[in-house]
Nanobody, 118 residues
Framework: QVQLVESGGGLVQPGESLRLSCAASGDTIRFSDMGWYRQAPGKQRELVATAFSGGSTNYADAVKGRFTISRDNAKNTVYLQMDSLKPEDTADYLC????????????WGQGTQVTVSS
């Protein structure tokens, strides 16, 4: 069973930065696609960024140029560097891992809260 544990959330002012971490255990993430999602109160969960197992990344339009996803397979950890934060970035941020084999296994972390407010 794979477990994902997010950390690094908090309360920051607009324009500041945060770095989220998602540490995986139970399996290596080396061959998995890792994603960060977010969900604000009353809104649907949305994909923020993906780090594919092959090394490529993609981002939601709302965060392009401000957020950077990266992965350290040796540490079994994926990161989300968030710069120039805006109040509309306020949400619960969740890590997702997709493992590919005979079936696709998807796992979620418990989330870490990010609040951007002056």
């Amino acid at each position: 069973q794979v477990q994902l544990v997010e950390s690094g959330g908090g309360l920051v002012q607009p324009g500041e930065s945060l770095r989220l971490s998602c540490a995986a255990s139970g399996d290596t993430i080396r061959f998995s696609d890792m994603g960060w999602y977010r969900q604000a109160p009353g809104k649907q969960r949305e994909l923020v960024a993906t780090a594919f197992s092959g090394g490529s990344t993609n981002y939601a339009d709302a965060v392009k140029g401000r957020f950077t996803i990266s992965r350290d397979n040796a540490k079994n950890t994926v990161y989300l560097q968030m710069d120039s934060l805006k109040p509309e970035d306020t949400a619960d941020y969740l890590c997702n891992a997709r493992f590919f084999g005979t079936t696709i296994r998807s796992y979620w972390g418990q989330g870490t809260q990010v609040t951007v407010s002056s």
